[in-house]
């Protein structure tokens, strides 16, 4: 029986338009010539921004105690969580030499970049668990410098408290009530303290798009675009709690594609006939934004087997992809395209999306079959570094002039000759 598509969708838009990224260049290159003049201007036309650009340190300090207890235990229950995986990742990969022949040894060196840029997103919501996995995550690689940034808001005024406590907690050097392309361009182009080496972070298309264009001069984690999500499920599976978890994660945007695998009919009709009661006990207007994109994004697929599941699922290559089936260990060993894995039904994204350790800025759009997602390594150089003496001298250096006049490279071959004991 072929893959069958019970409930389909049309597809994803392309992730930029053609307006974004000339928006986007003409805004960025204004940066570049006018500076701070002209980032203040975009943040006061756009944001209704006109107050301190950079956050007070007394500011940041007194956010603790502008929040509520419980939500800050929480940050600090996530936080500590974070950390404690982020710097398990750090310990997971060393520094190393090796003698490859007589003479030869090469190495390997681990360095931190010097700065980083993270965008914490501010939009329809408050990305309170962005500031942690992006801030945190550097702190832990051993980044000297981080500078983060959050579009300001008139009634808070400025980044909302609890937004600027987890900011302060992860261990952000500066903080700028910035937004948008002007907050990207701030950062990579060094407006408000040092350049950063690397922005980090999710934001809107306008976000993702400046990410795009600043790549190369400043690194970046990834191009992201809508947050997506896929359901594994079998006939062990509960349907009301398929269908929240789906309509759970559909509630980012009407742009956010929500999947349900499966290999049982009764099961893919069961949450079919939950998905609207499911999606009216959300609140408006998150309502009305997952109802969007599981009418507009939405699909049911119904397969014939798990191994056919699985080939799906890794072909599309998910952000989130949960599993809800027997045999947890079958689909750890196998399924292997996917920006995070959730395993069992007592595990749901959301856990990931907080505070249960592993980061959130994971790979959309199907790019999880080719990288994973923002971890300690995206803010560590692994560089290399070789020396040579004279018992490794003599084949070295034929074996390079060889290689390099069969290549017609005679400069390289002479500065091998060189070497050769006379």
Same mark, same amino acid.
């Given at each position: 029986?072929?893959?069958a598509?019970?409930?389909? /969708?049309?597809?994803?838009?392309?992730?930029?338009s053609?307006?974004?990224?000339?928006?986007?260049?003409?805004?960025?290159?204004?940066?570049?010539?006018?500076?701070?003049?002209?980032?203040? %201007?975009y &943040?006061?036309?756009?944001?209704?921004?006109?107050?301190?650009?950079?956050?007070?340190?007394?500011?940041?300090?007194? &956010?603790?105690?502008?929040?509520?207890?419980?939500?800050?235990?929480?940050?600090?229950?996530?936080?500590?969580?974070?950390?404690?995986?982020?710097?398990?990742q750090? #310990?997971?990969?060393?520094?190393?030499?090796?003698?490859?022949?007589?003479?030869?040894?090469?190495?390997?060196?681990?360095?931190?970049?010097?700065?980083?840029?993270a965008?914490?997103?501010?939009?329809?919501?408050? =990305?309170?668990?962005s500031?942690?996995?992006?801030?945190?995550t550097?702190?832990?690689?051993?980044?000297?410098?981080?500078?983060?940034?959050?579009?300001?808001?008139?009634?808070?005024?400025?980044?909302?408290? &609890?937004?600027?406590?987890a $900011?302060?907690?992860?261990?952000?050097?500066?903080?700028?009530?910035?937004?948008?392309?002007q907050?990207?361009?701030?950062?990579?182009?060094?407006?408000?303290?040092?350049?950063?080496?690397?922005?980090? *972070?999710?934001?809107?298309?306008?976000?993702?798009?400046?990410?795009?264009?600043?790549?190369?001069?400043?690194?970046?984690?990834?191009?992201?675009?809508?947050t997506?999500?896929?359901?594994?499920?079998?006939?062990?599976?509960?349907?009301?709690?398929?269908?929240?978890?789906?309509?759970?994660?559909?509630? =980012?945007?009407? !742009?956010?594609?929500?999947?349900?695998? @499966?290999?049982?009919?009764?099961?893919?009709?069961?949450?079919?006939?939950? $998905?609207? /009661?499911?999606? *009216?006990?959300?609140?408006?207007? !998150?309502?009305? &934004?997952?109802?969007?994109?599981?009418d507009?994004? *939405?699909?049911?697929?119904?397969?014939?087997?798990?191994e056919?599941?699985?080939?799906?699922?890794?072909?599309?290559?998910?952000?989130?992809?949960?599993?809800?089936?027997?045999?947890?260990?079958?689909?750890?060993a196998?399924?292997?395209?996917?920006?995070?894995?959730?395993? *069992?039904?007592?595990?749901?994204?959301?856990?990931? %999306?907080? #505070?249960?350790?592993? !980061?959130?800025?994971?790979?959309?759009?199907?790019?999880?079959?080719? @990288?994973?997602?923002?971890?300690?390594?995206?803010?560590?150089?692994?560089?290399?570094?070789?020396?040579?003496?004279?018992d490794a001298?003599?084949?070295?250096?034929? /074996?390079?002039?060889?290689?390099s006049?069969?290549?017609?490279?005679?400069?390289? /071959?002479?500065?091998?000759?060189?070497?050769?004991?006379?």
């Amino acid at each position: 029986m072929p893959i069958a598509h019970l409930k389909p /969708a049309p597809g994803l838009p392309p992730m930029t338009s053609r307006d974004t990224a000339d928006t986007v260049q003409i805004m960025l290159a204004r940066i570049a010539t006018e500076g701070r003049a002209a980032v203040e %201007d975009y &943040a006061a036309r756009l944001d209704g921004w006109t107050g301190e650009i950079v956050v007070p340190t007394a500011e940041l300090e007194a &956010a603790e105690d502008r929040i509520d207890p419980a939500l800050r235990d929480a940050i600090r229950y996530a936080h500590a969580n974070i950390r404690a995986f982020a710097e398990a990742q750090r #310990a997971s990969i060393t520094e190393f030499e090796t003698e490859l022949r007589p003479g030869l040894t090469c190495g390997q060196r681990l360095l931190p970049v010097g700065c980083a840029g993270a965008y914490v997103p501010g939009g329809r919501y408050a =990305h309170i668990a962005s500031a942690l996995m992006t801030i945190t995550t550097a702190r832990a690689a051993g980044v000297p410098r981080v500078i983060a940034c959050s579009p300001p808001r008139a009634e808070a005024p400025g980044i909302p408290p &609890a937004i600027l406590y987890a $900011m302060h907690l992860a261990g952000a050097d500066t903080v700028l009530n910035l937004g948008g392309v002007q907050a990207v361009a701030a950062l990579a182009q060094g407006h408000y303290g040092p350049a950063a080496d690397i922005l980090v *972070g999710p934001g809107n298309a306008f976000v993702a798009e400046a990410k795009r264009q600043l790549f190369g001069r400043t690194g970046i984690d990834m191009v992201a675009g809508p947050t997506d999500s896929m359901v594994i499920a079998d006939a062990t599976a509960d349907p009301a709690l398929v269908a929240l978890d789906l309509a759970g994660q559909a509630e =980012h945007g009407a !742009n956010s594609p929500v999947w349900l695998v @499966t290999d049982c009919p009764a099961l893919a009709e069961a949450v079919a006939t939950a $998905m609207p /009661a499911t999606l *009216g006990r959300l609140p408006q207007p !998150n309502r009305d &934004a997952a109802s969007a994109a599981w009418d507009a994004l *939405g699909e049911i697929i119904l397969c014939e087997t798990r191994e056919e599941m699985a080939r799906f699922a890794d072909t599309t290559g998910p952000e989130h992809l949960h599993v809800q089936a027997h045999d947890l260990d079958w689909w750890l060993a196998r399924l292997a395209s996917y920006g995070s894995l959730f395993l *069992g039904a007592e595990t749901t994204v959301a856990f990931g %999306d907080k #505070a249960a350790g592993p !980061n959130h800025v994971l790979p959309t759009s199907g790019a999880a079959r080719y @990288t994973g997602g923002l971890s300690v390594h995206k803010f560590l150089k692994t560089v290399t570094w070789q020396r040579a003496t004279a018992d490794a001298l003599p084949d070295l250096a034929r /074996a390079t002039a060889v290689i390099s006049r069969a290549e017609g490279m005679e400069g390289h /071959a002479l500065t091998a000759d060189a070497r050769l004991p006379r």
